[in-house]
C-alpha cells in the first residue's frame, strides 16, 4: 500500500536525488524497523518513465515476511508501538510518500484495520469530481476511481477544488499492474520554489474554483461512467436535498443549478499554505488540469 501527504508530494518533473541511504534516513527519524521490514528507494525497474538518477521520493520499506503472517505482524507492530505508528506518518510527511511492499496475503480489509492503528480515519468524498464507491457495503474503504486504463490521470491535490483536504490519503493494491494504473506524484513545493516572482504573486492572491457536477444523461454517453454525477457526488437523488448538502460544505460561497440540469458550486481559498510540518514550507495548494480555476 502507499501512504501519501497529498499537499506535498501529489509523473515527478522535478527530480530530487537521492544523496543518503534510506536506511540512514529512517534511523535519523527514530523509528525502529522490525527485522522483516528495511528500507530502500525504488528500483529502475519500478519506474515506468526513465530518471536521470535515484530518486529520493518515495520511501520505501519492503518486507520479508511470508504470506501466513504478514497481515498479523504488521498488525501486532502497530499495536504494540504507537511510537511506529507516529513515526511512519512523520516519514510520509517528510518524504513526501511512504510505499509498503512485499505483503503477500494481506487483504483490503486488512488495510482498512492498518489505517485504524495508524490512526487515519476515512472521509466522505462529498462532491467529488471523481466517482467513489464502498468496496463493500458496510466498509469504510473505497475504489479508486475507475478511469479507462489508457487515460492519463492529470497532476493533481485530492479535493484541490476545496478549502480543506485530507492530512494523508492511502491506496491499496494486491497486485501492481503490467501497464497503466499509475498514480501521478508531483512535488508541489519544488513547483512553487521555481515559479518566476510574477506568477507567485498571482497566486498569493487567491483562488477560486469552480467545480460542475453534472446530470447522469448525457453526462454518461460523453465521459462515461468514471466521473460523478451530482446524484452520485452528493448522495441523493433529490435535487433540493444535494443543494443542501452542497451548501453545508466548508468554503463554499456558492452553489446553484444551471440550465444545462449540472449543479455547480465555487470555491474561493489561498492558493498557497504554510505546511506546519515542513518547518513552515510554503506550498501550492490547489489543482491543476481539472475542471476551472481562476486566478483574480
Not at 483490503?108 to 468496496?135: A, K, W
Amino acid at each position: 500500500w502507499a501512504l501519501v501527504a497529498p499537499t506535498l508530494q501529489t509523473q515527478i518533473p522535478l527530480v530530487t536525488c537521492a544523496t543518503a541511504s534510506a536506511e540512514d534516513l529512517v534511523a535519523g527519524s527514530g523509528l525502529e524497523l522490525p527485522a522483516w521490514l528495511s528500507a530502500s528507494w525504488l528500483n529502475p525497474g519500478e519506474l515506468s518513465v526513465p530518471q536521470p538518477c535515484q530518486p529520493r521520493f518515495p520511501l520505501v520499506l519492503r518486507s520479508t515476511c511470508i504470506e501466513a503472517s504478514c497481515a498479523q505482524a504488521l498488525d501486532a507492530w502497530l499495536a504494540d508501538n504507537m511510537t511506529a505508528a507516529s513515526k511512519l506518518k512523520e516519514l510520509a510527511v517528510s518524504s513526501g510518500a511512504l510505499l509498503l511492499r512485499g505483503l503477500p496475503g494481506v487483504s483490503d480489509e486488512d488495510f482498512e484495520q492498518i489505517m485504524l492503528r495508524l490512526r487515519i480515519p476515512p472521509t466522505s468524498y462529498t462532491g467529488s469530481i471523481g466517482r467513489r464507491e464502498v468496496v463493500k457495503q458496510g466498509s469504510k474503504r473505497t475504489v479508486t476511481t475507475r478511469y479507462p486504463p489508457s487515460m492519463v490521470l492529470m497532476p493533481h491535490i485530492e479535493f484541490g477544488n476545496k478549502k480543506t483536504r485530507p492530512e494523508f490519503i492511502a491506496f491499496y493494491a494486491k497486485h501492481l499492474p503490467e501497464k497503466y494504473g499509475e498514480t501521478p506524484l508531483v512535488d508541489f513545493q519544488s513547483v512553487w520554489e521555481r515559479m518566476d516572482i510574477e506568477l507567485k504573486l498571482k497566486f498569493a492572491k487567491g483562488i477560486r474554483f469552480t467545480t460542475r457536477m453534472y446530470p447522469e444523461l448525457p453526462f454518461y454517453w460523453i465521459w462515461g461512467e468514471y466521473a460523478s454525477t451530482w446524484k452520485g457526488a452528493f448522495g441523493t437523488n433529490d435535487a433540493e436535498e444535494a443543494l443542501r448538502r452542497c451548501r453545508a460544505m466548508s468554503g463554499v460561497s456558492m452553489c446553484r443549478f444551471c440550465m444545462d440540469g449540472a449543479l455547480e458550486y465555487v470555491m474561493d481559498f489561498p492558493a498557497v499554505h504554510f505546511h506546519e510540518q515542513k518547518h513552515h514550507a510554503v506550498v501550492l495548494s490547489t489543482t491543476f488540469g481539472f475542471w476551472n480555476a481562476d486566478l483574480p
